[in-house]
């Protein structure tokens, strides 16, 4: 079972799997679909019987500063398109630059879609309602082509891994669009990734 966290490398490991990754209960089934949490998909899986727990999962995390930067260039380019299931997000993005997206994400009582998936932090994808990580194997964004080869060998699968990636984008270095502000802004805000994960700006 792959557990897609948002904007962490999803496109590229659905890639790999193909067609395999079809017949997944996470796209089989209406109600699983989207970026739910581990929580959520365990609620979904025991009302269709189906035992998560005998599952091996596994996800990809990223570095929250570059997760930011990555959602604000997804949103503003979506441009009603209906992609990302975020209109909301979508329209607002349009008139922002990055200052503006930082001040969005400061501000908990602006609109936002009711998915709410970047007021998360990755870490609540993956735990579960004691705080635990909850999934076998976690894959890091800044060397996925390595992580996901270990992953394959380790299991004795035979997908290969992607030449390239899927859905990559060209914007600048994640540090050049924070100020001091900014980056404190993020680090507070995913403190509890920071911790799990060791990620610094």
């Not at 579960?128 to 060397?143: K, N, Y």
Request: charged share 30%; glycine share 4%.
């Amino acid at each position: 079972m792959f557990l897609h966290v948002p904007k962490c490398g999803g496109s590229f490991i659905e890639q790999a799997f193909l067609p395999w990754i079809t017949q997944c209960p996470s796209r089989r089934l209406r109600d699983a679909r989207g970026h739910l949490t581990w929580r959520q998909y365990k609620q979904v899986f025991d009302r269709h019987h189906i035992d998560f727990d005998a599952m091996l999962v596994f996800t990809v995390v990223r570095n929250p500063w570059d997760w930011h930067v990555s959602w604000f260039h997804y949103l503003k380019e979506d441009k009603g398109r209906g992609q990302s299931g975020m209109s909301t997000e979508v329209q607002l993005f349009q008139s922002f630059d990055f200052r503006d997206y930082l001040s969005w994400l400061a501000d908990d009582e602006a609109p936002t879609s009711p998915t709410r998936y970047i007021r998360k932090q990755l870490v609540d994808y993956i735990t579960d309602d004691q705080g635990r990580m909850a999934v076998d194997t976690v894959l890091r964004q800044e060397r996925l082509e390595e992580d996901l080869r270990t992953l394959l060998e380790n299991l004795d699968l035979a997908p290969a891994v992607p030449e390239r990636r899927a859905n990559s984008s060209t914007h600048a270095d994640y540090r050049s669009y924070y100020d001091d502000a900014g980056i404190e802004l993020v680090a507070s805000r995913h403190r509890d990734d920071i911790a799990r994960f060791g990620y610094t700006f």
